[in-house]
Nanobody, 127 residues
Framework: QVQLVESGGGLVQNGHSLTLSCAAS????????MGWFRQAPGKEREFVAA????????AYADSVKGRFTISRDNAKNTLYLQMNTLKPEDTAVYYC????????????????????WGQGTQVTVSS
C-alpha cells in the first residue's frame, strides 16, 4: 500500500497564497491517480482537485477553479496543491488521496474512488 503525508498547511490572510505538498511512499507513485479533498468543521469532506497518473488531466471543484492548481512530480513522489487568492471559506483540513489505476488519464473526483488517505494538514484563512 502507499503512505501519504501532507505538509504545508498554516494560517494565512485573506487573498494570500499557500502550497500544500503530499509525500508518497511505499509503492510506485506514478501508478496512482491522486486527489485533494478538504473538510471544514461541521461539514462533510469534499472534493477539491484531482490529477491523472500522467499529470495530463485535471479536475477541480467549481469553488476553487481558477485559484487552485494541482500538480505532481513523479520523480519526487510528491503531489502539490498551489492555492492562490485564498478566502476564509477555504479554511479546512486538507487531505491528499491516492488510488491505483492502470489508466494513465483517468481522474477521480469522489471520496469512494480512493483507497489511500493522508492524515491531513490544517489550512486557516483569516478575514
Amino acid at each position: 500500500q502507499v503512505q501519504l503525508v501532507e505538509s504545508g498547511g498554516g494560517l494565512v490572510q485573506n487573498g494570500h497564497s499557500l502550497t500544500l505538498s503530499c509525500a508518497a511512499s511505499g509503492r510506485t507513485f506514478s501508478n496512482y491517480a491522486m486527489g485533494w479533498f478538504r473538510q471544514a468543521p461541521g461539514k462533510e469532506r469534499e472534493f477539491v482537485a484531482a490529477l491523472s497518473r500522467s499529470g495530463a488531466r485535471t479536475a477541480y471543484a467549481d469553488s476553487v477553479k481558477g485559484r487552485f492548481t494541482i500538480s505532481r512530480d513523479n520523480a519526487k513522489n510528491t503531489l502539490y496543491l498551489q492555492m492562490n487568492t485564498l478566502k476564509p471559506e477555504d479554511t479546512a483540513v486538507y487531505y491528499c488521496a491516492a488510488d491505483f489505476r492502470p489508466s494513465r488519464i483517468v481522474v477521480l473526483t469522489t471520496l469512494a474512488e480512493y483507497d489511500y488517505w493522508g492524515q491531513g494538514t490544517q489550512v486557516t484563512v483569516s478575514s
